[in-house]
């Protein structure tokens, strides 16, 4: 039975490479379903992709290949791979695009795959490729197909060499306070991705959230966090913005009907303090 393959670019829609990649795909495998997670990934943004699979892998089936190509590198000695990680297979460059979903849990790890069960490959077996690579396009004449013999039923270890590392990108550092009875006081983290909203989604998880907690963001504060996008409470003064946990498990800043990214003029890197509404919040 062919496996699906979830696919992922910054390829956008506008051109044909999407619908060419496929077509490879099924000149290979005819009844492969190939299910588009999405290509408007910020045009060779690495770190955007690697957030979006980061949130899509935990609904995927086990037995999905992962289709991914954010590639600015592409034509370069950047090491095109396979990853196999809890029963999931990721194809696509060695540029930390991959790294966020195969460590889910984002606990801080060396580039070595050490998780059980999982492994890596160099894609360096020509014949599982177009006969001929462009330099511009490996998604096309490399990924796509290699995905798509995967996806057949070829072993991994049939279309590359063993590799024990693979590139990560840094997921940013929660800062916790904690006080002598173990609770957390405040949680410094930062935003890591702004959506087609304007939401803007933190690293800060609920378990990093002090109790009754004040969120502040550049320079504006909101007392509480609201269970939904048209809650009417726990608002800040002046443009109402609220803060909550979103479908991701991460705490983000909304304005209801509106973009947070605009109304403060703030995106990706932006600092997030939060703190227990009895102590006293730090100046952002």
């Known amino acids: 039975m062919t496996r699906p393959i979830f696919f992922l670019t910054d390829f956008g ?13 099924l000149s290979i495998a ?14 060779q943004d690495v770190r955007a992709g690697a957030f979006a699979l980061l949130t899509a892998v935990p609904y995927l089936p086990e037995d999905a290949v ?11 000695g950047r090491r095109p791979i396979a990853v ?23 606990t801080p790890q060396p580039p070595l795959l050490r998780g059980e069960g999982e492994q890596a490959v160099v894609l360096d077996r020509p014949r599982f490729w177009r006969p001929t690579v462009s330099a511009t396009f490996h998604g096309r004449d490399l990924f796509g197909p290699v995905a ?11 279309v590359g060499s063993p590799c024990s590392e693979i590139q990560t990108l840094p997921f940013p550092a929660v800062r916790r306070t904690i006080d002598d009875d173990g609770r957390v006081v405040t949680a410094q983290g930062e935003i890591v991705h702004v959506d087609r909203f304007g939401n803007l989604i933190s690293n800060l998880t609920a378990s990093d ?20 996008f048209q809650a009417t409470g726990g608002a800040s003064k002046g443009e109402r913005l609220i803060a909550l946990i979103g479908s991701a498990g991460l705490l983000e800043i909304a304005v209801p009907n509106g973009s947070a990214a605009a109304a403060l003029g703030i995106g990706v890197g932006a600092s997030v303090t939060v703190t227990r509404e009895s102590a006293e919040a730090p100046g952002c």
């Open 66 to 76: 992962v289709l991914a190509v954010v590639d600015p590198g592409v034509g370069t």
């Open 148 to 158: 798509a013999h995967l996806a057949r039923g070829v072993p991994l270890a049939e």
């Open 84 to 106: 196999q990680a809890a029963g999931r297979t990721y194809v696509g460059p060695d540029n930390g695009l991959l790294s966020w979903a195969i460590r889910a849990d984002l």
């Open 30 to 43: 005819p009844d492969a379903q190939v299910v588009d997670l999405t290509h408007d990934v910020p045009p």
């Open 209 to 228: 959230l002090p109790d009754e907690p004040t969120v502040a963001v550049a320079g504006r504060t909101i007392s509480e966090l609201a269970l939904h």
């Open 13 to 25: 829609l506008a051109d044909t490479y999407v619908g060419v990649v496929k077509a490879v795909i």
